[in-house]
């Protein structure tokens, strides 16, 4: 790997980070707060939220295994993907690879940015290799976006490929573990310490059940998450949600039950689907969702569509021609999906 400061944008490594008064003062023992211009009445929403979220961190460091000061907090996943870029990639200079098809908010971003995107193609079994990846490189690849499970495609990238990548790549290696919940594979995380330039990145949004209050996590080295904490917005995340997180890490078990549940209701729905004369195919998953080629993509989900059932159309992603991609829901739903696609005339 090359050294953070050959690979973070100049203007970045330099950045004099803004200090909020809750950054200057950061003791909870003081009687008397009248250093940040707050309002003193209309308790506990007058006051600025913690901007590094300690409390929820050293929750968090007991449920994912990483130590606080190597876990970053943001808006969303969105936020964390969002963040390399802006750290890392100088725009209209550098660019980044990923495997394709994947989730779309790599590539969202890289545009955004103005950062070039270099898809790699996954093979028929939506796999790939360190060698294919690594082939597209150059000196001005920054990142390289893997995820695993895929998002659409379910499955995870081969662990000793993406083992390869982060050892032979001299940038940043991106693994995005959305679905790690649901899957039987080790996690990434557990290697941080060995590999410095490793992020990987987690989500209350999937197995948490928390998509509404937009909380996404970053894992890696502590000098890669000072640099994220640099550049974010200093209140990044907001009160109300780093209560509910707290609130949802109470309860690991519960998540569990949902993730068990989930896990048995996922084989029941692909069984289902493989019945159906219309079906072809259900790829392999390790995911809360699957994928699968039908006669008709389009057709098939039309006919969804006026029975009150929307899954996603993936018909015109790279690979996916005639795919719908299907979210594991609850039983009932799952059989309201079952009955109408059996029904379909
Ligand atoms: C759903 C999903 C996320 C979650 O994004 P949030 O912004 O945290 O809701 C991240 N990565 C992948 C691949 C996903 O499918």
């Known amino acids: 790997m090359k050294s953070l400061e050959q690979l973070v944008r100049k203007n970045i490594w330099s950045l004099a980070p803004y200090s909020s008064a809750r950054n200057e003062y950061a003791g909870r023992e003081a009687r008397v707060f009248l250093d940040a211009n707050e309002n003193p009445y209309n308790a506990p929403y007058n006051r600025y939220p913690d901007p590094l979220q300690l409390e929820l961190k050293s929750q968090l460091q007991k449920v994912k295994g990483v130590p606080a000061d190597c876990i970053f907090l943001g808006n969303g996943s969105d936020e964390a993907i969002d963040l390399p870029y802006r750290i890392f990639c100088e725009p209209g200079v550098d660019n980044v690879v990923a495997i394709e098809p994947t989730y779309g908010m790599y590539k969202v971003c890289a545009d955004i940015n103005n950062v070039e995107y270099r ?201 996916c021609n005639n795919c719908l991609r299907v979210t594991i829901g609850t039983k009932t739903e799952n059989n309201a999906l079952i009955a109408a696609l059996r029904q379909m005339p």
Request: charged residues 25%.
């Open 119 to 319: 898809p790699v193609l996954l093979d028929e079994h939506y796999q790939t290799t360190a060698e294919s990846l690594l082939s597209v490189c150059d000196d001005h690849t920054k990142l390289i976006w893997i995820c695993s499970p895929n998002n659409p495609t379910g499955n995870t990238i081969c662990r000793e490929e993406v083992l390869k990548v982060i050892e032979l790549f001299q940038g940043i290696v991106i693994v995005d573990e959305a679905y790690s919940d649901f899957c039987r594979e080790q996690t990434f995380r557990s290697q941080l310490s060995e590999h410095p330039n490793l992020i990987v990145l987690n989500t209350m949004s999937k197995a948490w059940g928390c998509a509404a209050i937009r909380l996404g996590m970053a894992f890696a080295s502590k000098e890669i998450i000072d640099i994220f904490n640099k550049v974010k917005y200093p209140y990044n995340v907001n009160l109300l949600t780093q209560r509910q997180a707290l609130e949802a890490l109470k309860d690991p078990f519960e998540v569990d039950k949902w993730v068990r549940m989930l896990l048995v209701e996922r084989s029941r729905v692909i069984d289902a689907f493989r019945l159906l004369p219309i079906c072809q195919e259900v790829y392999p998953t390790e995911a809360n969702f699957f994928l699968a080629r039908m006669d008709d993509a389009q057709s098939t989900y039309n006919y969804l569509v006026d029975e009150g059932i929307i899954v996603r159309n993936r018909t015109r992603i790279q690979l």
